[in-house]
């Protein structure tokens, strides 16, 4: 009954000092070398900013980030 008290009490201490071990880690690693991105076969460095038809993209972190906006279409005049 002795070890089995122990080995309850050992895990239950086990699962506190993981979980205090991963709250102190709580940094994300950053990258030491830029990420870039390639966008229609053209590549660009992180933190770039580029045009894309009517829409604002940059490169972040490896992904392209664009707005989503609709472009104006322009009709002909109707004589």
Avoid: R
């Avoid at 940059?58 to 004589?79: K, L, R």
């Amino acid at each position: 009954m002795k070890q089995y008290l122990l080995y309850i009490l050992l895990i239950g201490i086990g699962v506190v000092l993981g979980l205090m071990i991963a709250k102190l880690d709580t940094n994300p690693v950053k990258n030491i070398i830029p990420l870039s991105c390639t966008y229609k076969g053209i590549t660009y460095k992180d933190g770039e900013g580029f045009q894309d038809e009517c829409n604002s993209c940059s490169c972040q972190n490896g992904e392209v980030m664009c707005t989503a906006m609709a472009c104006d279409v322009e009709f002909p005049e109707a004589n």
